[in-house]
């Protein structure tokens, strides 16, 4: 895949692309800026301006490594330009490059989640709603379902965090909380479903 990257955007500092690579791979599902990267890659004495990341980015997500996920406040029905999510193509790639996915499980969960909603043909973007972020709002000819995506339900405090995110959101479309819980905990009108049950059904 690096290979595919510097020669079809005929790169020539490739320890820069591959610093950013991992840098994104271990941040992946979090949301950062390429000015954030910037002063990353400045703490380890490269500079390198924001706009020329955002080129190496774009070189990556073209090649079908990153996929890049907009904010959209729920609010405000606008997309926002700042502080994008990415998740890398196939997270076997994360820990070959990067390890720890289980110990980052949250956001490996989140990663495959991601990428079956694309598979079946979803348009997703994160939702923020005041000071909350739901993880995914997926979208496809007219239809419209939220998902959160947690490892366990394994106490109250994060029981409340998972499904309060919805408390604002008054539309009737579909809204779950997937986990790897296997006794469901849905309540207030949210669905909570296992995360492999979830996965095999069709959509």
């Known amino acids: 895949v690096l290979k595919d990257i510097v020669k079809r955007n005929n790169i020539r500092d490739v320890d820069m692309l591959e610093r950013i690579i991992a840098y994104i791979t271990a941040n992946i599902g979090t949301t950062f800026s390429a000015t954030a990267i910037s002063k990353y890659l400045k703490s380890e004495n490269r500079v390198v301006a924001p706009e020329t990341i955002l080129n190496y980015i774009k070189s990556c997500e073209d090649a079908f490594l990153f996929y890049r996920v907009k904010r959209q406040d729920i609010q405000g029905k606008k997309v926002l330009a700042t502080n994008e999510k990415y998740y890398i193509a196939d997270h076997g790639i994360r820990e070959a490059i990067y390890g720890n996915n289980m110990r980052d499980i949250n956001l490996t969960l989140e990663n495959i989640v991601f990428m079956e909603m694309l598979r079946r043909g979803y348009e997703v973007t994160v939702g923020k709603a005041d000071a909350n972020e739901i993880d995914f709002i997926c979208e496809k000819q007219g239809n419209k379902i939220y998902l959160q995506v947690c490892y366990l339900l ?19 479309f579909p809204k779950y909380v997937i986990s790897l819980d296997n006794f469901d905990m849905s309540r207030d009108g949210i669905i ?10 069709q959509g």
């Open 154 to 172: 394994a106490s109250e405090e994060t029981v409340r965090r998972e499904f309060g995110v919805y408390e604002r959101i008054k539309d009737n």
């Open 192 to 201: 909570h479903m296992n995360l492999p049950a979830f996965l095999i059904q």
